[in-house]
Nanobody, 121 residues
Framework: QVQLVESGGGLVQAGGSLRLSCAAS????????VGWFRQAPGKEREFVAR????????YYADSVKGRFTISRDNAQNTVYLQMNSLKPEDTAVYYC??????????????WGQGTQVTVSS
């Protein structure tokens, strides 16, 4: 199993940037696909981005494509989400999650506690 801890959230103005980190404590972190999800008040949790175990492939929700970048450093057991050109609608609690393999229909079993991102207008 892998344990995940998010950090880097905060309050920023529209147009600003934040970099979120997802630190993993696990013996086989390099084997995991890692995704970022977010949940805003009154809304369902939504997919934001994911990255394959090697870091060779990345995927993004249409709403963040071109603004957010997911990356990973397996040597440091960390996945990042660089968020640029932030909009008020990006305001949410952001979670990282991990799973073995990259089959979309298989859900992520491991989740962090979340970090709050607030974007003011």
């Amino acid at each position: 199993q892998v344990q995940l801890v998010e950090s880097g959230g905060g309050l920023v103005q529209a147009g600003g940037s934040l970099r979120l980190s997802c630190a993993a404590s696990g013996r086989t972190f390099s084997s995991y696909v890692v995704g970022w999800f977010r949940q805003a008040p009154g809304k369902e949790r939504e997919f934001v981005a994911r990255i394959t175990s090697s870091g060779g492939r990345t995927y993004y929700a249409d709403s963040v494509k071109g603004r957010f970048t997911i990356s990973r450093d397996n040597a440091q057991n960390t996945v990042y989400l660089q968020m640029n050109s932030l909009k008020p609608e990006d305001t949410a609690v952001y979670y990282c999650a991990a799973k073995i393999g990259d089959i979309t229909t298989i859900r992520f079993p491991y989740w962090g506690q979340g970090t709050q991102v607030t974007v003011s207008s």
